[in-house]
């Protein structure tokens, strides 16, 4: 098992498949010579092939990867609930027919769409046909980010677009399970408060789209997300309750001499109820896992195959990681599977002890069982999600015992909704009690110890404390085995050496983020682009590397200016971490914000002056009003200059401003406004850096720029090719690391 896992993971880790046969070779080679290891070798093998033949699959289907994008007619049918936003509506389209004769369209299988149009109200099973915009499916690229080329090639997402012109739409006319997901969500909005449709939507057909970020909020830091996504908790409630209605089916048949059916029906009738369910929320990655994990432990219990619960667990995690290969780098695979594992060694355990009182027996051991989880996914959940909630197990055992009622309650208490309307506020009244639970203890200080990403040996004493005190010892001996996991949750985050410092260039798409770290703090100058619905991409670019460090706090932000594409992440930012001091161009909204026209300090070493190229100020531009930025540790030089126009950059250098840098950050994006030959020639930066979203509209970097850049030899990047860039600033050296570069897979766009 551990080889065929083995070789399934290499492929996962591999920047190009192309590795794979030489690989192959050469384990084969080592088959003819090492017969004791030939086992071994073949399993891993296996494994390399299974992982290496579905990625090509995926690989093949997938559109190409070009900046410039493609307009095709299509013909498809919507194979997703549809995401309505205020402007637009988001879904999957299953492709039956392209309008071309390239091969690379032909194969299309699924893609992922926008749609703009006000006046169409598309659903699930919807058949259109029209002219779409198609790109890549191609993704922002940024360190503990997640990656969303290896979730759209996992799910079969082989390109992304939005429907330029609509030229044929018909709704569904067939019954289907996502039809009636459709109906179902429709109903539930009907009749009942927003909060309750959004709840019940997300517990019983897994649409989360309808819980706001608060909502989110609530539950990641009582440490309860699980209970609102569709996966094995849902799905082994479910099974629960097919079994126990298989076992009232089969009690009148075994009275009539059906002896047999005892372990057959109830098994069967848990499958169907989980498939139902798992149908109902719509096959998503991670419904797929619990379901194929479930089939697994229900086959075990058949007749002929009396397989023990940790035989049944291999097992499912070898058809699981055969099936999706890319689900061995999920975090919730591990959760669902260390959770398993967990339960399976306190059910182990629970033989070995008696109770003085019935009485006590169930509280006593769902104590001892959540006791059991919380100790043993503390350390996966501070890994994967730099965070631990101290009530996260007091919560979780009032919560999941509550919501599990509630999900077994459903199909009585919606039906009575159907034959008696009045009773939805039964329903209402009861999730209205579970969020203002949820609320309440997500309120309480203290709850959350935000952690930052552990070192390894920590890591190493922290798994062997863990281990100890999931042992059958006594509790003096456990207690004393918390204390190699406390530097895990209480040593710091390294930070650079007094003197040095990091930027990171953030991969934001068309705008501009730069987190500069040194010995006494962090910088952040511009938050990224925000969007005409109030989203932006704050939260999924820059937001998971800040959460990663363990702190909430920022010394000091920096607001070039009140441009969407620079200020659009504020209030994400406001929202998640404490600011010290705001600098801005402009003023922002809901925020005291002082002026960036002169000034410097210094942190950790660390020189930071703030240049300012106009003295008057009234009659600016937005682009000319942005703030101008310089930061050195007087070997490596950083200069930040926003949106500034060429008139900007010209006055900068008649005052004298301008001294020899190492980086420059190109003003605008890389508009021909900007980043003009003369700043080059005065500044003679070693390094360009370019921060524009891949293939954007406005064609940034211009040609132009890049022809003064490359006629004087100096080199650049740009974060729409190589993802989030890393500028290392040490005593004596500086040097550029591209994101893309380092975290390079197989299906990672060049």
Known sequence: MIAYIGGILT???????????????????????????????????????????????????????????????????????????????????????????????????????????????????????????????????????????????????????YVRTLVHHQPAKFLSAGVVRLKIKTWLFDQFEPQTASTLSALIIGDRSGLDDQHWEWLRRTGTTHLLVVSGLHIAVMAMLGWLFGRLVAMPLQL????????????????????????????????????????????????????????????????????????????????????????????????????????????????????GLFIGMSLVLVMNFNQLSLLGIVVNLIAVPWVSVTIWLLPVLLLLVLERPEAAALLDWNLELIWGLLQWASQLPGLVLQVGRPQPLLLVLALLGTWIMLLPLPVRIRAIALLPCLPVLLVPVSQPPTGQYNAWVFDVGQGQAILIETAAGRLLYDTGPGFGDGRSA?????????????????????????????????????????????????????????????????????????????????????????????????????????????????????AGQIEPITWLVAGHHGSRDSTAGALLDYAKPEHVVVSAGFGNRFGHPHAEVIERIERRGIPWSSTARQGALLLQASSDSCSLIPHRALKKRYWTGG
């Open 11 to 161: 492929v996962a880790l591999l920047p190009s498949l192309t590795y794979v046969w030489l690989s192959v070779l050469l384990l084969i080679l080592l088959c003819i010579k090492q017969k004791r290891l030939r086992r071994w070798l073949l399993l891993y093998l296996l494994g390399v092939a299974v992982a290496a033949i579905w990625g090509a699959w995926q690989l093949h289907h997938r559109l190409p990867s070009s900046p410039q994008a493609l307009d095709l007619q299509m013909t498809g049918r919507v194979d997703s609930l549809v995401q309505h936003h205020d402007q637009r509506q988001v879904f999957e389209l299953a492709v039956q027919a392209v309008e071309s004769d390239l091969p690379a369209h032909q194969r299309l299988r699924r893609i992922r769409l926008s749609a703009y149009h006000a006046d169409v109200r598309f659903g699930f099973g919807d058949e259109i046909r029209a002219v779409i915009r198609l790109r890549s499916p191609r993704g922002l690229h940024n360190p503990e980010a997640r990656d969303t080329e290896r979730y759209y090639l996992a799910s079969g997402l082989d390109a992304r677009g």
């Open 256 to 371: 009539s001499g059906w002896m047999g059916c005892s372990r057959w029906v109830p098994t069967v009738s848990a499958l169907l109820f989980a498939t139902a369910d798992a149908s109902l929320a719509g096959w998503g990655l991670p419904v797929q896992r619990a379901w194929l994990m479930l089939v697994v432990f229900l086959v075990g219990n058949w007749q002929l195959l009396n397989l023990s619960g940790w035989q049944r667990l291999k097992l499912s995690l070898l058809v699981i990681v055969t099936v999706q290969p890319l689900a061995i780098l999920e975090p919730g695979l591990w959760l669902s599977f260390g959770a398993v594992a967990l339960i399976l060694w306190q059910l182990q355990q629970r033989r070995q002890q008696v109770f003085a009182s019935a009485w006590m027996r169930l509280p006593a051991e769902w104590w001892r069982l959540q006791l």
């Open 538 to 654: 704050f939260a999924y670019t820059v937001g998971p590397y800040l959460r990663s460090q363990g702190s909430p706090a920022l010394e000091w932000v920096v607001v070039s200016h009140a441009d969407a594409d620079h200020s659009g992440g504020f209030a994400a930012l406001q929202q998640a971490h404490s600011i010290g001091m705001l600098l801005g161009g402009e003023a922002l909204p809901s925020a005291h914000t002082q002026g960036c026209r002169n000034g410097n300090w210094q942190s950790g070493g660390v020189n930071f002056t703030l240049l300012d190229p106009f003295r008057e100020h009234a009659g600016l531009s937005s682009n000319d009003r942005s703030c101008v930025l310089r930061v050195s540790n007087g070997r490596c030089s950083l200069l930040l200059t926003g949106d500034l126009s060429q008139s900007g950059e010209y006055r900068l250098l008649s």
